[in-house]
């Protein structure tokens, strides 16, 4: 089983200290820490991920989890490009670290050096070299680098071309994952999130974005936002602007199960076809609680998942068959 949608949000004591430096240090340039003044152990490092990552997939029955810096933690809109470059640098290498340390339960996906009103094509060099170098598998995306006020160009911007173009070439998807929210108006997790879910759904129906990169892999997570529950809306809008149907959308887009609650999942299952679902719980993430009424945690998705109107067939893709086919540099990392 492959759960394609994890973060370090245990990450150690020294590696926020070191963050919270670099953002005291934006009045003061000259305070400002290097990557490599970052030390943490290894110990340290298994530490971090012993008692809730590694001991939650094991009490789930989860596998390989695509592991990415903590998406609330990205953090775009602070600083300038800078601030950015150094701190997805640090909080890649970091990782990188986790996943050499513990291969057969965390794949690597990395954090963009995106800052705004600065172009993505500045995020080529990073993604390259966590590709190339360091062996990550895909990347997260945020639409919104400006933190909840949308003052950047949408996706299908030609400005975002340069990026697209190196995902491509390096055969590696992204998710359109959104960072922290600066606006008091959206809270991050229940607003912004899945604002920004359903955004870039929009952005992709009025967009010919597709059929300019035809084989650009795109991840839209937490079950997309508002999308499944408003297919019908977003099907209508469609045709009312004669653009190509949902369907066609569907060579490109997939979405995950970080939905925490069973009739969401059956609404994700029943109305986006089993080939375009990957399997992700977002583990330590948004929702750490229990449901009092199931007795169960929140982001134990896999139960929802079981439970679903799925054939065997169907689930066997949602668990894993769909992710070795959106992130073929997974290959190697899973048994046959």
Known sequence: MVDCHGHYTTEPAAMLDWRKRQIAALNDPGQTPSPDALKVSDDEIRASVANRQLKLQAERGIGLALFSPRAGGMGHHIGDARTSADWSRVSNDMVYRVAGLFPKNFAPVCQLPQSPGVSPANCRDELTRCVTELGFVGCNVNPDPTGGYWRDPPLYDRSWYPLWERMVELDVPGMIHVSASANPNFQATGAHYIAGDTTAFMQFITSDLFRDFPTLRLIIPHGGGAVPYHWGRYRGLAQDMKRPPLSDL???????????????????TRVIPADNILFASEMVGAVNGVDPETGHAYDDTKRYVDAAALSDADRAKVFSGNARRVYPRLAGRLPE
């Open 250 to 268: 569907l060579r490109n887009v997939w979405f995950d199960t970080c939905v925490y609650h069973q009739p969401g999942i059956d609404l994700l």
